[in-house]
Protein backbone atom coordinates (compact mmCIF):
# COMPACT_ATOMS: atom_id res chain seq x y z
CA UNK A 1 0.00 0.00 0.00
CA UNK A 2 1.44 3.75 -1.14
CA UNK A 3 1.60 6.33 1.51
CA UNK A 4 -1.30 7.67 0.07
CA UNK A 5 -3.44 4.60 0.00
CA UNK A 6 -2.67 4.27 3.77
CA UNK A 7 -3.54 7.74 4.80
CA UNK A 8 -6.76 7.48 2.85
CA UNK A 9 -7.45 4.20 4.67
CA UNK A 10 -6.63 6.05 8.27
CA UNK A 11 -9.01 8.68 7.03
CA UNK A 12 -11.81 6.75 6.58
CA UNK A 13 -11.47 4.19 9.57
CA UNK A 14 -13.73 5.39 12.60
CA UNK A 15 -13.57 4.04 16.26
CA UNK A 16 -17.12 2.84 16.68
CA UNK A 17 -19.83 3.98 14.27
CA UNK A 18 -20.34 2.20 10.76
CA UNK A 19 -19.45 3.88 7.71
CA UNK A 20 -21.41 6.31 5.79
CA UNK A 21 -23.03 5.86 2.41
CA UNK A 22 -20.96 8.69 1.14
CA UNK A 23 -17.68 7.19 2.60
CA UNK A 24 -18.65 3.57 0.77
CA UNK A 25 -19.02 5.52 -2.19
CA UNK A 26 -15.43 6.87 -1.82
CA UNK A 27 -13.98 3.84 -1.46
CA UNK A 28 -15.52 2.29 -4.39
CA UNK A 29 -14.62 5.48 -6.70
CA UNK A 30 -11.01 5.78 -5.39
CA UNK A 31 -10.71 1.53 -5.64
CA UNK A 32 -12.35 1.92 -9.25
CA UNK A 33 -9.65 4.81 -10.50
CA UNK A 34 -6.98 2.55 -9.49
CA UNK A 35 -8.49 -0.36 -11.47
CA UNK A 36 -8.78 2.09 -14.46
CA UNK A 37 -5.06 3.80 -13.89
CA UNK A 38 -4.14 -0.06 -13.82
CA UNK A 39 -5.52 -1.06 -16.94
CA UNK A 40 -4.42 2.38 -18.92
CA UNK A 41 -0.99 1.56 -17.81
CA UNK A 42 -1.18 -2.26 -19.04
CA UNK A 43 -2.17 -0.58 -22.44
CA UNK A 44 0.44 1.59 -22.68
CA UNK A 45 2.62 -0.86 -21.99
CA UNK A 46 1.58 -3.21 -24.67
CA UNK A 47 1.17 -0.88 -26.97
CA UNK A 48 3.95 -1.43 -29.51
CA UNK A 49 6.30 1.94 -29.97
CA UNK A 50 6.55 2.90 -33.82
CA UNK A 51 8.99 6.22 -33.26
Known amino acids: ?4 EKKVNNTFRSSDRPVTEYE ?10 ERLRAER ?3 EQ ?3 KND
Open 24 to 33: QEQIALRKNL
Open 1 to 4: MSRY
Open 46 to 48: AKP
Open 41 to 43: LLR
